[in-house]
Structure formats: structure tokens, C-alpha cells
């Protein structure tokens, strides 16, 4: 399964309106793709949001390519297809829990919003 990055603003707007859970150390939003791309677009994407809260440049980078790692572990055995997740990291808990922890985190977000979804 192909995993690409977001990369425009108004894909990471709708994530805005799109179910979401908040975790210890990653917040999970999830939505799927309704555009004429995606009948041909078999793919997930991923996009990262790391706000100037979390910390310092260097800090801020640890925690996206923590995310980024971690994303592309998880999204692998659980994402859907024609889906966009958006992971925001946290301040503090991102870039200090243990990275296995951020995994799970990210397992259980999404698997929250799966539930949220199912319930509708």
C-alpha cells in the first residue's frame, strides 16, 4: 500500500471538520477523500501538524519525524484506502514517550475514529 504525504492547506482544512481523537500523545484526525483524484487514487495519505507550541525548531522536528516513522508503521497494517489521516503532536508527550507508546497511540486513535464512524 502506498503511503503519500499532504501537502496542500485545504486538505489539511477538512481534516478540521473530520472525526478525530485525542490521544495521550498524538491527536488522530481521519477523513476520506470524495474528489474525482481519488477514483483512480487507490492510495493513503498522511500529513503532519507540529504547532510552534511543542517547542523549538529542533524539538519540532524530532516530533514529526517521530510521527512521520510511526504513521507509516501503523498506516501500513491498519489504514484504509482513499483516506487522509492528519496526525497534530502534542506538547511535551510527542517527542518524550516511548516510541513503541506513540504506535499504540496512533493504533488506538484510529481505531477510535473507526468506531466513531461505525456508530453513526
Do not use: W
Not at 516513522?69 to 496526525?87: D, H, P, R, S
Not at 497534530?88 to 466513531?116: H, P, S, W
Amino acid at each position: 500500500m502506498d503511503i503519500h504525504t499532504i501537502k496542500k492547506r485545504r486538505d489539511f482544512l477538512k481534516g478540521n471538520n473530520s472525526p478525530y481523537a485525542a490521544m495521550k500523545s498524538v491527536v488522530v484526525q481521519s477523513y476520506v477523500r470524495t474528489d474525482e483524484v481519488v477514483e483512480t487514487d487507490e492510495s493513503v495519505m498522511m500529513g503532519i501538524t507540529c504547532s510552534k507550541k511543542v517547542g523549538n525548531a529542533v524539538t519540532r522536528n524530532r516530533a514529526k519525524r517521530r510521527l512521520r516513522e510511526a504513521g507509516k508503521i501503523v498506516l501500513k497494517e491498519i489504514g484504509e484506502k482513499k483516506t487522509n489521516y492528519i496526525f497534530i503532536a502534542r506538547k511535551d508527550q510527542t517527542v518524550k514517550v516511548k516510541f513503541t507508546d506513540l504506535c499504540n497511540d496512533i493504533e488506538e486513535g484510529i481505531k477510535k475514529i473507526y468506531a466513531q464512524e461505525a456508530g453513526k
